[in-house]
């Protein structure tokens, strides 16, 4: 399997203002497989939703390089960025959030369909495969995003990200906000979808539990730094770290 995501030495410090600045993620490395399921876990604050948004560009980084599918795509600007984000998308905790609230689901799942020149007739049909495949009745397309429950809205927000058959999926805390039945489905649509198109998914969460059902890998975070990385299984039965050690012992 090849190397599909490469985050070498990936830095951001914040301004504190005054109160001195803040480096939320410190020369963090790790890279993620074609087809591989990454958990990244770590306490509040530790500076995972930092990392996500500088992979996903939506924050610069102060230092290091992020390769995605073997283009650095670190610096890239306008039409180019769009480019990579063919190939690589977001799904967030709040999944009402992820849809213009004056706006179809259908409409937000073919948005990227309609940028760029598909038909409307293709893309009507497309949505409704997307909404099939996320678990979803088609007859979803005509409904606002006020009119889905919490789960619904996430599962559309999944096919949102899915429109343009990108090859990674970054999920930061995409189940959170939802209750345990409901997160364990999501969780199952993402097993699946990961096995019918061989998707790489970097998945975000602070329930290690969870992460543990269905990661093939971990990496865990502290104060910027990712601290241990590996099998999951290996990692959270010989954790190496002390913080990993209090990690595992908190959480099972
Ligand atoms: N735009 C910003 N300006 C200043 N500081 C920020 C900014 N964004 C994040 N931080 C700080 O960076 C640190 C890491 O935040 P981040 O959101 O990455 O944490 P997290 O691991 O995602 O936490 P959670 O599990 O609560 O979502 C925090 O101390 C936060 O206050
Ligand atoms: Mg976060």
Redesign the pocket.
């Known amino acids: 399997m090849g190397i599909l995501l490469n985050v070498q030495n990936l830095t951001k410090t914040?301004s504190?203002e005054g109160k001195g600045d803040?480096t939320?993620?410190d020369y963090v490395s790790f890279q993620i497989r074609q087809g591989e399921t990454v958990g990244l876990v770590?306490?509040?604050?530790?500076?995972?939703?930092?990392?996500?948004?500088l992979i996903t560009r939506l924050?610069e980084p102060d230092a290091g390089f992020v390769r995605l599918d073997g283009e650095d795509i670190t610096r890239l600007q306008g039409k180019a960025l769009k480019g990579a984000y063919r190939k690589m998308q977001m799904v967030f905790q709040s999944p009402m959030g992820s849809f213009n609230p004056r706006r179809t689901i259908g409409f937000g799942i073919g948005e990227s369909m309609q940028n760029s020149g598909v038909p409307k007739a293709e893309r009507m049909q497309r949505i409704a495969v997307l909404l099939e495949q996320c678990g979803l009745l088609p007859e979803f397309a005509g409904r606002y995003p006020h009119e889905l429950s919490g789960g619904q809205c996430q599962r559309a927000a999944i096919a949102r990200g899915l429109a343009v058959n990108p090859k990674l999926l970054i999920c930061?805390?995409a189940t959170s906000a939802l209750d345990v039945t409901v997160q364990q489905q999501i969780v199952e649509l993402l097993i699946s979808l990961k096995q019918e198109r061989n998707l790489s998914l970097l998945f975000?969460c602070?329930n290690l539990a969870l992460v543990q059902s269905f990661c093939d890998r971990l990496l865990v975070?502290h104060r910027?730094n990712i601290v241990e990385q590996g099998v999951t299984d290996q990692v959270i039965q010989a954790p190496k770290s002390e913080y990993t050690k209090r990690l595992i012992e908190a959480a099972f």
Request: glycine share 20%; hydrophobic share 35%; net charge negative.
């Open positions: 914040f504190g803040y939320a993620v770590g306490e509040s604050g530790c500076g995972k939703s930092t990392l996500a948004k924050l930061d805390e975000i602070h975070m910027g």
